[in-house]
């Protein structure tokens, strides 16, 4: 499944990278990218673990910035 | 500004007023006399805390979570490194001036993501739908099709649909970067993104808001990001290895020098200087944005890029392939001259019209329409379309033939009759009836205005090699390719010759240049995949062309390539000239550093000055006029 989702406060495009980066690692995770300058997360996951996968999704972003969310 | 800019504003203000103060009073000698040699720290401890504490949390925060290269950790040892060699001055203003040049940069992202979003700001809010005689306003995800919509003067069409009442003008600029408003009335198809003029519109809604043109074109833009060019990918790589290298090379810095000339703060001071610098963050901001201004440009004037690649590509574009029928003309056939063999030319065009009743191609369309009467389905049975050949049917009962020569040639039937018989150049279809040639009809399509110009400007921008390619038969297709100047031309191909004809000529072609196809999306698909880059006539293409290309022209205009050649290379431009400069003036300031020439003042304007400047530079790609 195939999904995006908006980020708050994603502030620094260098860390953008480094969140796909631990994303892609999620087992689960078929393809992963952030769009700096659109704010915006696309994920392309397995159905069974959607959810599951986003709250790793969350937990991973959080680790490199703090501030910034994944509005889900 | 938002709120949390202001904050940092506000703290800026105040770190830089103390900041002052203290400036002021040690040059002055007063802070000579502090009594104890320890409260010297803590008073600069101030203002540096109220302009950086934000960042020591930061990096603690992050050091937590094993991201150790991270910017604030390196901003928080660079600048305790200061502390540590007794530069307290020093440690707030490089922590001052680092906090103003990322505001600075925070506000220019803002900035910018604004105004492409803006630009790209197409997206219908609301649908009025009329219920017990009032309107009320939903969702445009909620319409069905079927359903009937009211769009009043200067709304933004919320769905695809046919008017079904009132009269106005339509500003399709959005879509297609068109000017002029084209009419819209009782039975005009209207594309949802476009913005209503001074009538209101009643219209059957057609499509889903998922399926709409606004909802595709905003897919595809924001996809666009997706697909990375190789200079973005080049430089994700890149930042990878420039962090660790440079802190390495800090830690080096300060511990080798000193093992063999002493003097530990000197080359610490120097180490927290590489440590500033050490941020690749300028060229990961002003790449992609480039490329995203890039893109943002381009659909402005109704080009659509699905991604960066593409853009990048478009720039490297020699050879450009084209698509005679729908792309350098107007697709719209007409009949010429009807020849008649053993029939009387009214019988021809009535057993034609009958034959073609089925198809949706261009010259089934133009038999019609010549032919000027209602089509009795019943008439016709067991009706087959061959590909690049013709159709095979029966009217009234008789076997038909109708095509081109090749299909007269398959079937063995003798059209000698006809060859330079008929007096206009065109598209000749040779009717058969139980196997014998009945007549033929020409049919003709006019050169689309502006096609020999678009090419015109191809060539100055340097496109190597124009080809047309055609089903067409050569004398028509040599009298286009004659009068638009193209340098190579291959008729009478099938759709399967096309996609040979390409390979062939992407062999041909050097190392990095590029080939494009554009087609109007007719049987073309297999070859818009398969060029470097393909480009679709999107108004009246085919929705499987506009999923196959990589390139979408909006509103048919060929002449938009060569604007979008312009706009490719000028981005290109524009990143190369921020990798270099970026790379240049931290490579620059590294070396001086560790020669002791260059301050901390210098890393900090390297890091987030550069950051800075490359994104003001990006946001060229977005202003120009690139007609």
Known sequence: MKKKFKMEDLDCANCAAKMEDLIRKIDGVNEVSISFLAQKLTIDADDARFDEIMKEVQAACAKIDAECKVLL | ?627
């Open chain 2, 1 to 627: 500004m938002n709120k949390k800019q202001k904050k940092v504003l506000t703290r800026i203000i105040i770190a830089f007023v103390l900041f002052v103060i203290l400036f002021i009073l040690e040059h002055g000698g007063v802070l000579e006399g502090v009594p104890h040699p320890l409260l010297m720290p803590i008073i600069f401890l101030i203002p540096y805390l109220i302009i950086g504490y934000d960042i020591i949390l930061k990096a603690a925060r992050n050091i937590r979570n094993g991201q150790i290269f991270d910017e604030n950790f390196l901003m928080m040892i660079a600048t305790f490194g200061a502390f540590a060699v007794a530069e307290y001055l020093e440690a707030v203003g490089v922590m001052l001036f680092y906090q103003v040049g990322e505001l600075f940069q925070s506000y220019a992202v803002g900035k910018s993501r604004q105004s492409i979003s803006e630009m790209m700001d197409i997206c219908p809010e609301y649908a009025n739908i009329e219920e017990n005689g009032e309107l009320i306003q939903v969702d445009p995800d909620e319409v069905e099709i079927g359903t009937i919509i009211v769009v009043k003067p200067g709304e933004r069409i919320p769905l695809d649909g046919i008017v079904v009442e009132g009269e106005s003008l339509v500003d399709t600029s959005a879509l297609t970067g068109e000017s002029v408003p084209r009419r819209a009335a009782n039975g005009s198809e209207i594309h949802s993104g476009c913005v209503n003029g001074g009538g209101t519109l009643k219209v059957q809604v057609t499509s889903t808001f998922e399926n709409s043109t606004v909802a595709r074109i905003l897919e595809l833009v924001e996809n666009a990001s997706s697909h990375k060019a190789k200079v973005e990918n080049f430089i994700t790589r890149f930042a990878r290895y420039y962090t660790p290298v440079v802190t390495i090379g800090a830690v080096l810095l300060a511990v080798i020098p000193t093992l063999f000339l002493g003097d530990f703060t000197v080359w610490l001071q120097r180490a927290c200087i590489f440590l500033v610098i050490s941020c690749p963050c300028a060229l990961v901001i002003s790449v992609p944005m480039g490329f995203f201004g890039g893109i943002g440009a381009a659909s402005k004037y109704g080009i659509l890029v699905k991604g960066s690649n593409y853009l990048e590509a478009m720039s490297e574009m020699t050879t450009i392939v084209m698509d005679k029928t729908g792309t350098l003309t107007k697709g719209e056939f007409k009949v010429v001259e009807v020849y008649s063999a053993s029939l009387s030319k009214d019988e021809i065009l009535d057993i034609a019209a009958h034959a073609e009743g089925y198809s949706n191609h261009p010259i089934a369309a133009s038999i019609r329409e010549a032919y000027a009467q209602s089509i009795s389905v019943e008439r016709v049975r067991d009706t087959e379309e061959i590909a690049g050949h013709g159709i095979h049917t029966f009217v009234d009962g008789r076997e038909v033939w109708l095509g081109n020569e090749k299909l007269m040639n398959e079937k063995g039937i003798d059209y000698s009759l006809v060859t330079g018989t008929l007096k206009s150049i065109g598209t000749v279809v040779f009717l058969a009836c139980e196997g014998k040639l009945a007549g033929a009809i020409v049919i003709a399509d006019s050169i689309k205005e502006g096609a020999a110009q678009a090419i015109g400007r191809m060539k100055q921008l340097g496109v190597k090699k124009c080809v047309m390619l055609t089903g067409d038969n050569k004398a028509t297709a040599v009298a286009v390719a004659k009068e638009l100047q193209i340098d190579e031309v291959c008729a009478e191909l099938l759709p399967q010759d096309k996609v040979s004809k390409v390979e062939e000529l992407l062999n041909a072609k050097a190392g990095k240049e590029k080939l494009a196809f554009v087609g109007d999306g007719i049987n073309d698909a297999p070859v818009l995949t398969r060029a470097d880059i393909g480009i679709a006539m999107g108004s009246m293409g085919a929705d499987a062309a506009i999923e196959a290309a990589d390139i979408v022209l909006m509103d048919d205009d060929i002449q938009k390539i060569s604007t979008l050649v312009n706009i490719s290379r000028k981005t290109v431009r524009i990143v190369k000239q921020n990798i270099v400069f970026a790379l240049g003036v931290k490579l620059i300031v590294l070396i001086l550093g560790a020669l002791g020439i260059a301050n901390m003042w210098a890393a900090v304007f390297a890091d987030v000055g550069v950051s800075v400047l490359a994104i003001l530079n990006s946001m060229r790609t977005l202003g120009t006029d690139y007609k």
